[in-house]
């Protein structure tokens, strides 16, 4: 990506919370990720389609785009955390009505942690996450691709009102493209009326500072962390876990207690 179209990228992002980046993975990809999912989608109620890096090859590719990891550092930090990697398939007759900013459970827009000083105000000042949904099959205007309400991320109350959907945009974007937005854009799949299903994989990422979705650094599996390379320690945040020894028994780069502290370490 040239510096002018991440610049443009990023402009969108800060303007209306969200961009369409194409052509970050081949069709070839996105076949063998939407076999993936199609398999294991049966098994969806029992986690089949969460913690797909996991899971097969294929979802590794997410977290190891040079420009997209640029455009997520851009926004929340060069030690950006992976928060999750799950796949979304809405089946032929579902979808719609589903608009929401993510991070209502472990991020900045639980509602139920709202102090009483914030008086129903959300954080809106910065960029707090950055969600990026992967188009694996082509996004129309009418199989269930996301819709995006340009400029809520700037919306300052929890909330949102009814005529959001008449402001909410879809993002129609050819397979291999990803969405790329603020988690406090309103957002949600609209409904399929084709009779294919519409995959997706979404890989949110977080501020080092604040909780992910799951606790990455134990959920990797060694050989997936190891193929990630010198990125894999700051993407699954070793570095970022707060120490369960006293601090001149841990050692920050590991995520663990030091070698010679080893029998303190928690599986
Ligand atoms: O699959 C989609 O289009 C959106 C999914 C979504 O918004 C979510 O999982 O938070």
Known sequence: MDQATFNTHALRIKLEGYTIVPGLLTSEECRIARE????????????????????????????????????????????????????????????????????????????????????????????????????????????????????????????????????????????????????????????NHTDQPRYAVLSPWRRRWTKCEYEMARVVKADVLERAGEEGPVIFGLQAQPPYTELWQWDRETGGPKPEFAHLRRN
């Open 36 to 191: 993936e999912l199609e398999e294991r989608y049966p098994d969806r109620a029992r986690g089949g389609l969460e913690w797909l890096f996991n899971k097969a090859q294929i979802f590794e590719r997410l977290y190891k785009l040079p420009d997209l990891l640029c455009l997520i550092r851009h926004f929340i930090g060069p030690d950006a955390l992976l928060s999750a990697i799950y796949g979304s398939v809405i089946m032929p007759g579902e979808g719609g009505r589903g608009l929401h900013a993510d991070g209502g459970v472990t991020g900045h827009n639980r509602t139920a942690s709202i102090a009483p000083a914030d008086v129903g105000r959300r954080i809106t000042s910065h960029p707090m996450a950055i969600n990026v949904i992967f188009c694996l099959s082509e996004f129309t205007a009418n199989n269930g691709a996301t819709e995006l309400v340009p400029g809520s991320h700037r919306y300052p109350f929890f909330d949102i009102p009814e005529e959001a959907y008449e402001n909410a945009r879809t993002a129609v974007a050819p397979e291999g493209s990803a969405v790329v937005l603020d988690i406090n854009t309103w957002h949600g799949a609209t409904r």
